[in-house]
């Protein structure tokens, strides 16, 4: 069974330090690759996807994700983070012919002054 | 821009209730979802359906039913809400085909007492 593991369950960071969050995922197959954002009490906003080609992927908001397939990963940073960037952060994986996503447990960003 | 909506933000219900969960979407998907959110866990699928009348279970399909009348419409069913549903209720859509990238509603917390 497909699998995607964040391993960072809480990262702080200070604002303006840059941020990195780590996914990997478990299945051989070529994903498809999403980083979902969700701020306090609302819904998940897509911040970026990866399907094919150049394997830096960028998003809004000024996120970036790189696809490391030697790795099986898919990791979101951030050059500069502002305090409005805390937030919970979902890595989510599907594949083809398949259209359920697997998301991953989710690693909570606490930005400090 | 895609719109998802979901009939409530919070719902407080006790326990041996039945409990109804709406969501719609505007932009003609044929895929919905419904989540549920619980710290530590992520999200984990509950039902989604691929087509009016047409539901496959996910990976906790237990205590829940789900009904689809209507393309736009995705209704999750607590047939007797117990407290150990007392959890934040996601609902998603997305188009058949590829990418399957899915667009969430805002969430209902609904509470189990």
């Known amino acids: 069974a497909q699998s995607v593991t964040q391993p960072d369950i809480h990262i702080t960071v200070s604002e303006g330090a840059s941020l990195e969050l780590r996914c990997n995922y478990s299945?051989?197959?070529?994903?498809?690759l999403f980083w979902y954002v969700q701020s306090p009490g609302q819904g998940l906003q897509l911040l970026l996807k990866?399907?094919?080609?150049?394997?830096l992927v960028q998003g809004i908001k000024g996120f970036e994700a790189e696809f490391k397939r030697s790795q099986s990963s898919f990791n979101l940073r951030k050059p500069s983070v502002h305090w409005s960037d805390a937030a919970e952060y979902f890595c989510a994986v599907g594949y083809p012919n398949d259209y359920k996503l697997s998301f991953g447990a989710g690693t909570t960003v606490t930005v400090r002054a | 821009d895609v719109k998802v909506t979901q009939s409530s933000r919070y719902l407080v219900k006790r326990t041996g209730e039945k409990v109804f969960l709406e969501c719609v979407q505007d932009?003609?998907?044929?895929?919905m979802f419904w989540y549920r959110q619980d710290p530590g866990l992520g999200l984990r699928l509950i039902y989604f359906?691929?087509?009016?009348?047409?539901?496959e279970k996910g990976d906790i399909p237990e205590g829940y039913s789900v009904s689809r009348e209507k393309k736009e419409r995705f209704s999750l069913i607590l047939e007797s809400a117990s407290t150990n549903q007392t959890s934040m209720y996601l609902c998603a859509s997305s188009f058949l085909a590829f990418p399957y990238e899915q667009y969430f509603g805002p969430g209902t917390r609904l509470t189990v007492t």
């Open positions: 990866y399907f094919s080609g150049d394997t």
């Open positions: 299945y051989g197959a070529t994903p498809y």
């Open positions: 932009m003609d998907h044929e895929n």
């Open positions: 359906s691929y087509d009016v009348k047409m539901k």
